[in-house]
């Protein structure tokens, strides 16, 4: 069965630091999204991205935060000077359509640690 | 705002039980539900898909209902085993994102 793939699978980083967390969505898929997991706390939605660009985001995700498909396969997250509450797991999902008639496939995760 | 709510937070049973778990949402405006198992601190894995249009959907020993408009959901596992133990989230689908609920954590005892 298809996979999303993220890489890596736990990274840890001094505050201030940049990071990039990586993904390979479902090659069929066309919607993209990343969801973080703060510890104990309900998995949260960031931003989806659709033909090359934001189609929509949260209020967490401010100016901090980037998307970008550098290519046909990866779609990457990047947070440009991490704070110690960006610590969380973060997942990379697809789906081929939207509108509701296909499910979400999530990848198994990015748990980020600042430090 | 969407808000999605799951009961119980927390769950323990004996192998071979049959139990429920209940996700509430407050828009009833959604195109779908999906219900995910997630190991502690680890991916979702998706189970059931249950469109707006329908009532229920089944896999196995899973059982997924859809009530939109008293704003309602279950997911029934029938004849439980340890390995189920998990937590299991529900999540509603409006458009563009899941709204998650908080989960819950299932432990099933041998």
């Known amino acids: 069965e298809p996979e999303v793939t993220q890489t890596p699978s736990h990274q840890v980083t001094q505050m201030g630091q940049e990071v990039i967390l990586r993904c390979v969505p479902i090659?069929?898929?066309?919607?993209f999204y990343w969801y973080r997991q703060i510890l104990g706390q309900k998995v949260e939605f960031l931003v989806s991205f659709y033909n090359n660009e934001i189609s929509e985001k949260s209020e967490i995700f401010d100016d901090q935060f980037s998307v970008e498909r550098p290519d046909g396969s990866n779609f990457t997250l990047k947070i440009r000077s991490t704070k110690l509450e960006d610590s969380a797991m973060y997942f990379c999902a697809s789906n081929r359509g939207t509108g509701g008639l296909y499910g979400y496939t999530f990848g198994s995760g990015t748990r980020l640690t600042v430090v | 705002k969407q808000e999605v709510t799951q009961i119980p937070a927390a769950l323990s049973v004996p192998e071979g039980e049959n139990l429920v778990l209940n996700c509430s949402f407050t828009?009833?405006?959604?195109?779908?539900l999906q219900w995910f198992r997630q190991d502690p601190g680890k991916g979702l894995t998706s189970l059931l898909l249950i469109q707006s249009s329908q009532r229920e959907q089944t896999s196995g020993r899973l059982n997924a209902s859809l009530d939109k408009s008293s704003g309602r959901s279950t997911l029934y596992i029938a004849a439980s085993q340890p390995g189920d133990s998990d937590t299991y989230l529900c999540?509603?689908?409006?458009?563009?994102?899941?709204?998650f609920g908080g989960g819950t954590r299932l432990m099933v005892k041998p």
């Open positions: 090659s069929n898929h066309l919607y």
């Open positions: 828009d009833s405006a959604i195109y779908n």
């Open positions: 999540a509603s689908n409006a458009g563009n994102m899941l709204t």
